[in-house]
């Protein structure tokens, strides 16, 4: 279950920026999760919303962007989305949308990365 660290990676991420911001509130964080970055994003969700509790956080909405596979093949040169036949969440095959080709470069779709964080500052009245 590699989702706890990847969650705790983004509140890490998401809490230095909103101290380095001085922040007093984090409203919304967006998070961008690759097809291919083998995590399940219920139980990411659902480790963060454990996690964010009693931070400045606590009352974020979280929002996940799906970031499709982008491959290029080896044999046709396909440069693009790929098919991905994911019936096993651990090991997705990824093929060619052209040829049918398994022989392919993955390019995108692979990461989580934290895309927006919208903060709340204090009045400088």
Do not use: W
């Not at 083998?38 to 606590?58: A, D, R």
């Not at 994911?86 to 080709?101: F, I, T």
């Amino acid at each position: 279950m590699h989702e706890l660290s990847m969650a705790q990676g983004i509140i890490n991420a998401v809490l230095e920026t909103a101290e380095a911001n001085n922040a007093t509130e984090v409203n919304e964080v967006t998070v961008e999760v690759g097809r291919l970055a083998m995590i399940n994003p219920e139980q990411l969700e659902f480790i963060l919303g454990v996690l964010i509790e009693n931070t400045i956080m606590e009352d974020a909405k979280i929002v996940f962007e799906e970031i499709p596979a982008e491959i290029e093949c080896n044999d046709c040169n396909f440069h693009g989305e790929a098919i991905l036949d994911d019936s096993d969440h651990y090991a997705p095959l990824v093929k060619c949308p052209e040829c049918d080709s398994l022989s392919v470069e993955t390019l995108n779709g692979k990461d989580i990365v934290v895309k927006n964080i919208v903060i709340e500052k204090p009045d400088d009245n």
